[in-house]
């Protein structure tokens, strides 16, 4: 007959002979995602910073380690503190109109009971077309003279002005477009957001005495929209940071840099100027920003936002 | 509070059909029936959450219909709770009387730092809360999330919820469906005392007739949208007015046995002739049934076999026994007739009464309950009786 407890030494062989399986197995799993993590993100990122510390140009044959050097240059630069500048105002019109805008669109497409499919694909759609396309689209539409919004402009008796080449006003006609650009995805993340609220919530709700649409909002919608806003809140700063191809496209970040943004900088001095070093400099500069709001969101969603 | 004629339609099926009911100030009213025949549904439109199709809702007197939810002055405890999970159990109990008591000023945050009436009002609000909490014995939790609740517990909040303001009618809408078994019994006293204490009017929905029998002082049983019978939990058992609530309520089922009315004040039922005066037509079927556990068995004995005792029981045959230990269920096979028993012994005699045993069955006549081809109740001395007459509030 077996014993029926098996002795202790047999039992500690079994359990190290289960982890080591585990591990194993858990190394099986994980590998081929790290190792393609490693390769395409880890590794291009150590040496954009790497070279960020070198006076590397694109296509010399020798570089040099210079330190920090294209970091003070950087800062010291007239040119990238207006990029800089130009970004964080860009970014800071782009998110709350497109997040609010979004909220608004969505919270009234799902209060109605009707073409509910025909509003969410129109706002959607410049969500799915081609930003380049649209930019030459908006280009026409934005012409001083013969664009369609200063014409509607005029018969209403205003004379529009010339939204892209005007230096106090093409940042945020850019903005306006980016808004443009991010409501439709905003609104669908609203929207699979106010699904996902039960509707008995409500119900207590109205038991309890809340009466009227705001304040439903402030006891039910709003709270439990929370993880999702938040979401919606830094992928948007997070895509407003990346704006690229309205400025290449449309104003090249003129007139006289007055739209000049950070990733515009970026291409102009590393492939333009050939000045890699530089522009990996300033790449970093932009990853901060990003890894910044990507560890606010962690953060918060760890703490404050979480129901479940 | 009095509801006439309710009548709820979504599309094409009728939910609710004809509800009425009397229910009196103070009473414990338990709404049964089988899942899907529109409780949840009478319960919400009570509630204002729904609108009704037909028919109105009084109460104190004043028709409710036109009136949003929270002008009814009514509590609901939902079936999933619906706690507000990002608010603490202090503030999801105290959210009916910030609602109501604080103006919409006070209530914007930051307000009641600075605004001292508002201050005053939430210092009274802490004590309700507090008192509510004490009564209900989650003191300790209050500073916690719902989602760090048990299930118990969360039942707890909701039904704080519900009692903090003092409505005037509680609706309950099966609260303890989520709990196991040794809880759901330990709740049910705990609200059949909150009733006694607080003395509001409870409507409390159910599909657990043990529920409905131990906490309420009338049950409504409903089926397919109308209540079929309003009577206190005692008579809906023994004295069913329809063979559909005779046989939801009570546990095993009521046997049943189909008979035919014979002139001269008897039914047939598989061969015997029982004294039972219908007041029908001969020859119209009926059903006959008889709740287990009166109905009484006896070895067929060689001295019991004697023709004496025929024609006064029926024979029958144990094809399958079932001892839970404080019963013994017994299922017979009655010879003659496609039907089988269930009768209710004492555990005691499970050695006398084998699977395969040939036995005989009483049917004690003072037992008896009949029902004609519809399904209603028809007495012995040929009284015939209303359906589902709601008794005086
Ligand atoms: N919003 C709705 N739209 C369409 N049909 C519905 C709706 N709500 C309920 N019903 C139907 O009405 C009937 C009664 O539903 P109700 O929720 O009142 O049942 P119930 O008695 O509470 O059942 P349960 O015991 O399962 O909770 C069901 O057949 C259900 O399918
Ligand atoms: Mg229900």
């Known amino acids: 007959m077996t014993p029926l407890v098996k002795p202790a030494q047999d039992l500690h062989h079994a359990y190290r002979r289960r982890d080591l399986r585990e591990a194993l197995a858990a190394l099986a799993l994980a590998g081929p995602a790290s190792a393609l993590i490693f390769v395409f993100l880890i590794a291009p990122l150590v040496c954009i910073a790497l070279l960020s510390l070198t006076d590397y140009q694109l296509g010399a044959k020798a570089l040099r380690f210079v330190g920090l050097h294209n970091y003070s240059e950087m800062f010291a630069d007239r040119v990238f503190r207006r990029s800089l500048e130009n970004t964080l105002i860009y970014v800071s019109v782009v998110v709350p109109l497109s997040v609010g805008l979004g909220l608004g669109a ?56 010339d939204w892209l080449h005007d230096r106090h006003i093409v940042l945020y006609t850019l903005a306006g477009i980016g808004v443009w650009q991010s409501v439709g995805f905003n609104m669908v993340l609203f929207m699979a957001g106010l699904q996902a609220i039960p509707r008995d919530l409500y119900e207590a709700a109205a038991v309890d005495g809340v009466s009227n649409a705001w304040d439903r909002f402030r006891t039910v919608t709003w709270p439990m929209l929370g993880p999702v806003s938040l979401f919606v809140i830094v992928i948007t700063a997070i895509r407003s940071f990346q704006v690229f191809d309205t400025v290449q496209v449309m104003t090249k970040g003129g007139p006289n840099r007055a739209s000049e943004v950070l990733l515009y900088t970026m291409y102009s001095e590393g492939f333009e100027f050939f000045r890699t070093g530089y522009a990996a400099a300033v790449t970093m500069v932009f990853l901060a920003f990003v890894l910044a709001l990507a560890a606010l969101k962690t953060w918060f969603l760890d703490r404050r936002v979480h129901y479940a | 509070m009095v509801i006439r004629g309710l009548v709820k339609n979504f599309g094409d099926t009728r939910v609710l059909n004809g509800v009425d009911l009397d229910i009196g100030a103070g009473e414990f009213i338990t709404v049964l029936g089988p899942s899907g025949c529109g409780k949840t549904t009478l319960m919400r439109i009570i509630a204002g959450l729904e ?124 609260p303890l469906s989520n709990l196991d078994a040794e809880l759901r019994v330990h709740m049910r006293a705990e609200i059949a005392q909150l009733h006694r204490r607080i003395g509001v009017t409870f409507i409390y929905v159910t599909h657990d007739q043990a529920e409905a029998m131990t906490m309420s002082d009338r049950v409504v049983v409903m089926m397919g949208g109308r209540p079929l ?165």
């Not at chain 2, 118990?152 to 309950?172: D, H, N, S, T």
């Not at chain 2, 029982?274 to 068995?297: C, E, H, M, N, W």
């Not at chain 2, 519809?374 to 589902?388: D, E, H, I, N, Y």
Request: proline content about 7%.
């Open chain 2, 229 to 393: 019978q309003f009577a206190p939990p005692g008579d809906v058992y023994a004295d069913p007015e329809d063979l559909q609530v005779a046989r939801f309520v009570g546990s095993p089922r009521i046997n049943t046995l189909p008979g035919t009315v014979h002139a001269g004040g008897s039914i047939e039922v598989g061969g015997l002739a029982v004294p039972f005066d219908t007041g029908l037509a001969p020859g119209a079927q009926v059903t006959v049934s008889l709740r287990p556990a009166d109905t009484k068995i006896a070895l067929q004995t060689p001295d019991t076999a004697g023709a004496d005792r025929a024609g006064r029981e029926l024979a029958a045959t144990i094809v399958h026994r079932e001892n839970l230990g404080s019963d013994l269920f017994l299922h017979c096979r009655v010879e003659g007739i496609d039907a089988t028993l269930v009768a209710r012994e004492d555990p005691g005699k499970v050695g006398l009464l084998p699977v395969g045993a040939e036995i005989r069955i009483g049917l004690p006549v003072e037992h008896l309950l009949a029902f004609d081809a519809s399904g209603r109740r028809v007495r012995p001395g040929g009284r015939m009786t209303s359906l589902a007459q709601p008794a005086a509030a």
């Open chain 2, 51 to 174: 609108r009704q199709d037909a028919g109105s809702v009084e109460i104190d007197g004043r028709p409710v219909d036109a009136l949003r939810p929270n002008e009814r002055d009514i509590a609901m405890v939902f079936q999933s709770y619906a706690l507000y999970p990002h608010l603490t159990v202090f503030d999801n109990i105290a959210l009916p009387l910030r609602m109501r008591r604080l103006s919409w000023r006070q209530r914007l945050p930051g307000m009641r730092r600075i605004d001292r009436s508002a201050q005053a009002i939430e210092r009274g609000i802490a004590a309700k809360v507090r008192e509510v909490a004490g009564l209900l014995q989650i003191e300790p939790l209050l500073a916690r999330k719902p989602a760090q609740l048990s299930g118990g517990q969360k039942q707890r909040v909701a039904v704080g919820r519900a009692m903090v303001r003092e409505p005037r009618v509680f609706l309950m809408d099966e």
């Open chain 1, 106 to 161: 969505a919270l009234l497409i799902e209060a109605g009971e009707s073409l509910r499919a025909f509003y969410r694909t129109v706002y959607f759609l410049p969500v799915m077309a081609t930003l380049i396309a649209m930019a030459i689209v908006w280009e026409f539409a934005l012409h001083p003279k013969l664009g369609l919004v200063n014409l509607a402009l005029k018969s209403v008796g205003i004379a529009g002005p």
